[in-house]
């Protein structure tokens, strides 16, 4: 016993895991990974929220501004005009293309870098902005069924509604005749 002891000791005494500091030379460990991705990324949002903590209030700003919302709209509306010229004079269209098709394939190659540059740091943006609505969407579900749950039992029409839900006095009542007047009349119409 002494001596499964000592080597136990040996292996996981002292605040030490000679197992556990073994694997980790062959392989990262997964949480404490975890958490310098996680400050990496904080880091980044502070440092990127920095940029933008400074009013922007001069007229070269929002110049600057208004221009890097340009590429888009351009993108869409230049394509749509594109297939609008192609049904609109064909000829001009077609000559226009074979402009396009004397460009260089490298100049092609930057231009789909540039733009795939763009649209890329963009959609990066807006699936992070998506995963944090649908976070917070998520987190009022116990809310919003516990909603469901008391209007549905607020409805006036459903079988059960006026159940009387095992209450003897209740039951009674509801099964002697009331004395209506419109209920007697009907019972000796029919």
Do not use: C
């Not at 080597?7 to 030379?25: A, H, I, M, S």
């Not at 009387?164 to 019972?187: I, Q, Y």
């Amino acid at each position: 016993m002494g001596m499964i002891n000592g080597l136990l000791g040996l292996l996981f005494g002292g605040d030490r895991n000679v197992v556990r500091d073994t694997v980790q030379v062959f392989r990262e460990n997964a949480e404490a990974g975890s958490v310098r991705a996680h400050e990496v990324q904080m880091t980044a949002m502070r440092e990127f929220g920095a940029e933008f903590a400074v009013p922007r209030q001069g007229w070269f700003d929002r110049f600057m501004d208004g221009i890097n919302r340009l590429p888009r709209p351009a993108l869409a509306l230049g394509t749509l005009g594109l297939f609008v010229s192609a049904m609109a004079s064909p000829l001009w269209f077609a000559e226009r293309m074979q402009g396009i098709a004397l460009v260089p394939e490298p100049l092609w190659w930057l231009l789909g870098v540039i733009v795939s540059f763009y649209f890329g740091a963009r959609h990066q943006v807006k699936a992070q902005q998506f995963q944090r609505e649908i976070a917070q969407t998520m987190a009022h579900v116990p809310h919003v069924i516990e909603n469901v749950a008391t209007l549905r039992k607020l409805r006036h029409n459903g079988i059960g509604v006026a159940g009387t839900e095992g209450d003897a006095a209740l039951t009674v009542a509801s099964l002697e005749p009331s004395g209506n007047a419109a209920v007697d009349e009907w019972r000796t119409a029919a």
